[in-house]
């Protein structure tokens, strides 16, 4: 069975500190790779999208960004952090198009990142 | 327009009761409908695939309207643990790609 995996789950940084979370996924190949945030009391927000090693898009302008060095490992850093950063990030797959397996989109458990 | 509207309550309910959310859309290309679960502060959960004939999972039901673009649920039976926030999932598959648009989602609170 496919699982997900999200790390750190709560993190406080301060303000113009850099950031990395790191999400993998096991038990599928070739799978598309989502960034979303949460901010308290709003919707999802998708931030980046994958549908390949290296295929990043952006989805908003921000100081925030992707990359998918391996199949299953999607990142998120960013340089400086500001305190409009803070919120609550989830990293999600969903199976490709092309593999017929369905459409769900299936969540790690997300980061708490508070910027101080 | 919102590519994916739903009434953001709350929804305040006796338990036992039967309630029942909509969810309109925008993008008339869209192909897979879902239903996600968020508790309070953790990642959402699929609940349920919505299709136009109409499914039920227990005291769950969800139904697509493709003509005029909307979904609903409606949840019979209403248990203290129904409690959440209810997001409506839209999603279009574009050059391999899967566009996948949430809604900002449905709180429901359940009332002793």
């Known amino acids: 069975s496919q699982t997900i995996h999200q790390w750190p789950a709560t993190l406080v940084q301060p303000v113009g500190s850099p950031l990395s979370l790191e999400c993998t996924v096991e038990?599928?190949?070739?799978?598309?790779l989502y960034w979303y945030r949460q901010a308290a009391g709003r919707g999802l927000q998708l931030l980046f999208y994958?549908?390949?090693?290296?295929?990043i898009s952006s989805e908003v302008p921000q100081n925030l960004s992707a990359s998918r060095p391996q199949d299953r490992q999607f990142i998120l850093s960013s340089k400086k952090l500001l305190l409009s950063d803070s919120g609550f990030y989830l990293c999600?797959?969903?199976?490709?198009?092309?593999?017929?397996?369905?459409?769900?989109?299936?969540f790690g458990e997300g980061s708490w990142l508070t910027v101080v | 327009r919102k590519e994916v509207e739903q009434d953001p309550g709350p929804f305040n309910v006796p338990e036992g009761a039967t309630v029942a959310f909509n969810c309109t859309y925008s993008?008339?290309?869209?192909?897979?409908f879902f239903w996600y679960r968020q508790d309070c502060r953790k990642e959402p959960k699929l609940l349920m695939s919505?299709?136009?004939s109409g499914n039920e999972d227990g005291r769950f039901t969800a139904q697509l309207n493709r003509a005029s673009q909307y979904i609903s649920l409606l949840i019979r039976d209403s248990k203290l643990s129904d409690s959440a926030t209810y997001l409506c999932?839209?999603?279009?598959?574009?050059?391999?790609?899967?566009?996948?648009?949430f809604g900002t989602g449905t709180k429901l609170q359940v009332i002793p």
């Open positions: 999600a797959w969903s199976h490709h198009p092309g593999q017929g397996a369905g459409n769900t989109i299936y």
């Open positions: 038990g599928t190949s070739n799978p598309n």
């Open positions: 994958s549908v390949g090693i290296g295929q």
């Open positions: 993008n008339s290309a869209s192909q897979s």
């Open positions: 919505v299709y136009s």
């Open positions: 999932v839209v999603i279009l598959n574009s050059g391999g790609y899967q566009k996948v648009t």
